[in-house]
């Protein structure tokens, strides 16, 4: 058949798997040309595909629930149901999301992005089965790399207590995004080299059923393997080998760069546009040095090395002072308070929108215990990772109202790597370095100063109206500062530093000023300016909090979302 | 010997089993006299008492790191680490917290209190050991009630990694604070029939040797299991079945009434002062007459049942309507997302304290997902738990900045059954609901509204000053406001209802008012007041934000820290 003829599951049920055999050729040909010409996530998508085909062959869904886990492996799942075109028509690439999204399918339960969720949001799916008293399947697929949260390892131990239907996918590839880190690991190898045979079976340590599937990308294997679950009356893992980037040789010999990647060369692998330096590079060059100056340091991820600049050629100079716990920020920041209890100097590096799969951490192992410890976020902002399910708008007001951690929000390299030098060399607080999100920017100033006293710099001396504008967001504040000059104004420019804490004297210094603006490159709710706005709450000067909203906006531009705030060099200069 | 003489660990050592047990025979008639008449963590604390001589016995702490999950089994610990006089003077009970705590002691590594923290910590304190070429013994102590936790799990597949000194000490006394609740207990009970010989062993699969000691209170057995482990250059468990409340037959036969238990009389059991009917009575009766209303209404619970109302008669009245997931937040918050989608009411209840442990899941998995969970928070108040680790103040900074989710503070217990009974009947959008602190309030008012649209309460009607109480500071802006009108002030009172959303027209409305005073039973940043006073910024009114600290006090009393902060009728009414 023509796979554009594929508009729902039922178009693909009773075929054989010569017919099968051809529509996956057909399908991996089609996601081939669009992941080369539109990027996406490379090799989980061309790992899971025969899987993908065999589940929708042999589960009924919608009826049969299945929820997959990260949900960036779904292209083929979407292919299957309803939107092929999206595939087929670059002019429609776009028209999907790259996760699973319920706006655009009935086959599509929830919006996800994060990992290690899927058994955990299944569990609840059976749960409301039972007590309908329904008899549908649940199936919950989770690759490996999910496998080492401890939302997933929750889920699990739970979800077999309710000793019903119960079928857990696992999509062993055998990698995270970058290698795999755990001891988990060598079960799950062991249970490779023993086509499943091995004791000591992680799964069924924990009252799952167990079938192994030694080609996961073999149709008929995973089909029989998909029929002889299908209906248990018990909870059951299905353990697939299956080959992460397979049917595309450059993904499957370069499996860390092709988990994700933009547009590239198919056959080469090249990469459409070279990519320019950047921020991360800029903390791993440093965090090398440090790790040279001082062999205490350990720079700690949870299982995106590449994310934080720590690709393998970073990794191997860092040798054990990096640490890739795996996906499990929990662990990474927990094992950072150990860390610093002991005099060294760890350096937690994560996207700000997994650290926040660490707030109790944050606040009970490091800031409780005042332990000295250096978390790093990334792409915390407007110019961040435009997903809904992976704004990095949110660790300001989440992390910043913690007690006892200095947050800082750099506004320039220079600014940045003094504040990482600082954070290191001190052993008094935690602290949060937020690395900027914009395009790279340099300053000249006194940046190497003590920032355990809080001071805010000015940018640009003035006087009546001010801009406090943190982090990225100061170039917007100069650009409204010149248009503000233009119409006669003297405005001051302060870059403030600290989103945690207050310079009260420089704060007392705005009382009788006409106008302060805050700018801050997050969600402004429970963020610096409302805390500025109550400080100066009895003072004669008029306040205006400007930043990113309070919403999940899901596949923005950066300027329209910021135009849609207030976020932009005319619409601040208005203000005064 | 007699105890009062125990100063270090070093004055237990080298003495014979037999000393030993007159030892652990004296420290247990002291413990016991101490928990009848103090309270406290009573079958933790007798369960682990042969273990924890034992521990001390054969490893040679502070220089062996032992760090204890929870750490609220360590009173013999204290007792044996220079602190006996807390134990034998009943005027000194109080000189130490119920916790490890590190100002205490050198022998306390962290302050700890929530679970399933000590392995991933402990990991830490190997990896540091390991990069230094230091050689102590570290071990790490958890409960089996803990390692449901997915913290608990990271650590464990991480720490193993390290191929190292570490030891796991697992205190199996077959209960978490109620009963234990996981897929993983069936395979303890397994180890424990089989004298740890089972297949599919847990600790195996994740890469660990394994040593069961089947008498987990006998002196002998425990010091020849700690000797053969002492040193060990490979990670570890050693699988203790001990029994909870050990000595103590009331503690023994009531395990869950005595994990925690205040003043009791050590022969009956009874408590020394009666429990008052409490909010957690009204809110577990309020739910179980939602279920028998709507039986696809779920109360789910992550590990405490008891401190959100439901004790064994509660639960088995509500039967599969109501799911402890054992300790685990993430799970407890995942899972009402999928019970959600299918139509189902679920309803978690959690202590702020640990909801803070699914920031990611309320966030991701509910918030973005719009499904309609309901979340019930407890002692998220000045008067709810006091040890620093334990504090509720945090929710409302925390949850009520992200997006979605309806945040509500009720003032009374009429209000709040309303709310519940809103929350669960609307099907748009994720509730949380805090239950007030303070002693029981009631009042008349028109509570059953639609809350959906965001409106305050005017509780007082006036003039120039108007004050903002949340939940349980309504009374308290009573009193103030009594006091300014016997000033001849006629002070406007409101009762704002919502932590996450503003009434603007009821805030426009005072913008021309002379003083806007909020007051929240929360740590103040990134709360109500704070987004009031930035929605008013460039109001003429001046506006005062009061509410608890940014800090982590402990053990502190309530009225001290109200005082502190400005928080007394008297303070407040002097504002204006």
Not at 300 to 313: D, H, K, L, Q
Request: glycine share 8%.
């Amino acid at each position: 058949m023509n796979i554009a003829d594929i508009h729902s599951p039922a178009d693909i049920k009773g075929r054989s798997v010569n017919e099968l055999t051809s529509i996956c050729a057909d399908l991996r040909k089609v996601l081939i040309q669009k992941l080369a010409a539109h990027g996406g996530h490379v090799g989980p998508n061309l790992g899971f595909l025969e899987a993908t085909v065999a589940l929708h062959y042999v589960f009924d869904a919608p009826t049969d629930r299945i929820v997959f886990d990260v949900s960036h492996q779904t292209y083929v799942h979407k292919m299957l149901t309803g939107r092929i075109r999206a595939f087929l028509d670059a002019a429609c690439y776009d028209d999907v999301t790259g996760f699973t999204s319920p706006e655009e399918s009935p086959y599509d339960l929830f919006a996800i992005g994060h990992t290690s969720t899927s058994v955990s949001l299944a569990s609840g799916l059976a749960k409301a089965r039972d007590l309908k008293g329904e008899t549908h399947n649940v199936v919950a697929v989770i690759g490996d790399g999910s496998l080492s949260g401890g939302e997933a390892f929750e889920g699990l131990d739970y979800a077999a207590t309710l000793k019903s239907n119960f079928i857990v996918v696992v999509n062993d590839n055998q990698m995270s995004i970058a290698p795999n880190e755990g001891s988990l690991y060598d079960n799950l190898a062991l249970l490779r080299q023993t086509s499943g045979q091995a004791t000591d079976n992680y799964f069924k340590s924990l009252g799952y059923d167990y079938l192994y599937v030694a080609d996961g990308n073999n149709l008929e294997s995973l089909i029989a393997a998909f029929r002889k679950v299908k209906d248990s009356t018990k909870p059951v893992v299905v353990h697939l080998n299956t080959e992460k980037g397979m049917g595309l040789p450059v993904a499957q010999e370069h499996k860390e760069a092709f988990h994700f990647h933009g547009p590239f060369d198919p056959v080469t692998g090249q990469a459409s546009a070279p990519a320019a330096k950047g921020y991360t590079d800029i903390f791993a060059e440093k965090m090398l040095e440090a790790i040279k100056a001082n062999p205490s340091t350990v720079v700690i991820t949870a299982g995106v090395p590449g994310a934080v600049g720590f690709g393998p050629a970073q990794r191997a100079q860092a040798g054990k002072n990096f640490v890739d716990v795996g996906i499990a920020e929990e662990q990474a920041v927990a094992m950072a308070s150990g860390l610093a209890k002991e005099g060294c100097t760890p350096v937690v590096a994560e996207p700000s929108t997994f650290i926040q799969r660490a707030y109790d951490q944050l606040s009970q192992d490091v800031s409780i215990n005042r332990q000295s410890a250096l978390f790093v976020t990334f792409y915390g902002s407007v110019w961040g990772m435009n997903d809904c399910t992976h704004l990095g708008f949110f660790d300001v007001p989440m992390i910043s109202n913690i007690p006892g951690i200095l947050f800082l929000a750099p506004t320039c390299v220079e600014e940045y790597l003094a504040m990482l030098e600082w954070a290191m060399a001190q052993k008094n607080t935690p602290v949060l370095v937020r690395t900027p999100g914009g395009r790279i920017v340099n300053r000249v100033g006194d940046f190497n100063v003590d920032y355990s006293t809080v001071g805010y710099e000015t940018v640009r001396a003035g006087k009546d109206v001010a801009i406090i504008a943190a982090g990225d967001f100061l170039p917007l504040a100069q650009q409204a500062a010149s248009l503000m000059e233009a119409k006669g104004l003297d405005p001051m420019v302060i870059n403030p530093r600290y989103m945690s804490h207050l310079d009260t004297a420089t704060l007392d210094s705005l009382r009788d000023f006409r106008l302060v603006i805050t700018l801050e490159d997050n969600s402004v709710d429970g963020g610096l300016g409302q805390k500025i706005a109550a400080y100066l709450g009895s003072a004669p000067v008029n306040v205006k909090v400007l930043g990113l909203p309070k919403a999940f906006p899901d596949r923005y531009r950066a300027a329209d979302l910021l135009a849609s705030c207030g976020l932009t060099p005319e619409a601040i200069a208005s203000l005064a």
